[in-house]
T-cell receptor, first 115, second 114 residues
């Protein structure tokens, strides 16, 4: 099973460039989300979606954009990259309806460096 | 606001010994899930154990067990018979909503010494 697939795994950007982190899941999960991980701060929620066409902001949404046109895909867009966006990014998904174990399934992470 | 606190940035344990990681949280919800995730150097997030708040019985998974104190809003993880492969960052992550939104503590780095 593929589970949650994130691409790319590594990316280096220059300040001001834009890019899209791709995320796809094949488990028919309603809920999908993006987190960023920074040292000493755990994982912080950027954006999330509870179904196709429905997205909402998390704790740290500024500088990021998302869309959910299909159940499977949830891309994260950096509109104009800044050094403060240097981080490891995780896409995660879960079931939202019974039988709902509540568990989040994670992608392998994407390390982004903004110079 | 709901917060999650892991007060131990790092814990060291010898092989075969036991270590306990602490986690406290703040919420006004009565029904929720609690999770511990492990993140080894590979960066992969691995579910270690889950607990439903409505269950009084503490969850166990092989060498991993929790001490869930709902009134105290405490959710500690005990690793028994520690192994070198247990070395990783451990995150406490409650889920307070009905959709899937997890909140994460800052993490505790577990170091296992031979």
């Amino acid at each position: 099973n593929a589970g949650v697939t994130q691409t790319p795994k590594f990316q280096v950007l220059k300040t001001g460039q834009s890019m899209t982190l791709q995320c796809a899941q094949d488990m028919n999960h309603e809920y999908m989300s993006w987190y960023r991980q920074d040292p000493g701060m755990g994982l912080r929620l950027i954006h999330y979606s509870v179904g196709a066409g429905i997205t909402d902001q998390g704790e740290v949404p500024n500088g990021y954009n998302v869309s959910r046109s299909t159940t499977e895909d949830f891309p994260l867009r950096l509109l104009s990259a800044a050094p403060s966006q240097t981080s490891v990014y995780f896409c995660a998904s879960s079931y939202s309806k019974a039988p709902n174990t509540g568990e989040l399934f994670f992608g392998e992470g994407s390390r982004l460096t903004v110079l | 606001a709901q917060t999650v606190t892991q007060s131990q940035p790092e814990m060291s344990v010898q092989e075969a010994e036991t270590v306990t990681l602490s986690c406290t949280y703040d919420t006004s919800e009565s029904d929720y899930y609690l999770f511990w995730y492990k993140q080894p150097p590979s960066r992969q997030m691995i579910l270690v154990i889950r607990q439903e708040a409505y269950k009084q019985q503490n969850a166990t998974e092989n060498r991993f067990s929790v001490n869930f104190q709902k009134a105290a809003k405490s959710f500690s993880l005990k690793i028994s018979d520690s192994q070198l492969g247990d070395a990783a960052m451990y995150f406490c992550a409650p889920r307070f909503d009905s959709w899937g939104k997890l909140q994460f503590g800052a993490g505790t780095q577990v170091v296992v010494t031979p």
